[in-house]
């Protein structure tokens, strides 16, 4: 493997699959019974797969540790994948990844589809939308409050969450979610029993 330029930064299974960099920087998956591929060719993609079942911190750290400078692997693409797996099992440690850390606003449409896929238990949509109101909710906070007022321990500062959205029909939809309000979104111009 060290002929090709190919440097292992994490094993991805016993069998000697590894993802690492090759000279040119992109990442790559490489084995003894797999030639060296890029890590973005969806049979090299799946091979990644296994890598879902380790917690994104203890993944990501691995990855730090070895690679600095240079972009990351295609987590994006993974999670994509699996989330879009025919079973449940991926896309479950998929949601496990994003739950635990891992933030990438472009997912939000593929969060969707997945939670829509009438093959998901009920379980995994309330995961699902669970965790699509969680990135509303991140993405809608200010960072910076009023005047006088300090960031809290998550780094947000106090803002009035009373706003709330206008459906075309003028009706308000929002949801409480502990003390904040949160938009939620449904489809078609008018609210469910409307």
């Excluded at 079942?53 to 990351?72: N, T």
Aim: with cysteine; net charge positive; charged share 25%.
């Amino acid at each position: 493997m060290e002929a090709t330029g190919f440097r292992p930064v994490l094993a991805i299974n016993d069998q000697g699959l590894v993802l690492g960099v090759i000279a040119d920087g992109s990442w790559a998956v490489g084995g003894d019974s797999l030639l060296i591929g890029s890590a973005r060719e969806r049979t090299r993609l799946r091979s990644l797969l296994p890598l879902l079942e380790r917690p994104f911190r203890e993944v990501e750290a691995a990855v730090a540790q070895r690679i600095s400078g240079q972009p990351g692997p295609p987590w994006s693409e993974l999670l994509t994948m699996a989330l879009r797996w025919p079973t449940e099992y991926w896309a479950d440690r998929a949601l496990d990844w994003i739950e635990g850390g891992y933030a990438d606003h472009e997912l939000s449409g593929v969060l969707d589809e997945a939670g829509q896929m009438p093959t998901r238990s009920q379980r995994f949509r309330h995961r699902d939308l669970r965790e699509r109101l969680s990135q509303a909710i991140r993405a809608t906070q200010p960072t910076a409050g009023p005047p006088g007022t300090s960031p809290n321990k998550f780094g947000r500062r106090p803002t009035n969450h009373t706003a709330c959205d206008r459906t075309p029909s003028g009706l308000a939809r929002r949801t409480v979610i502990g003390f904040l309000r949160v938009p939620l979104p449904w489809r078609g111009d008018r609210p469910p029993g409307a």
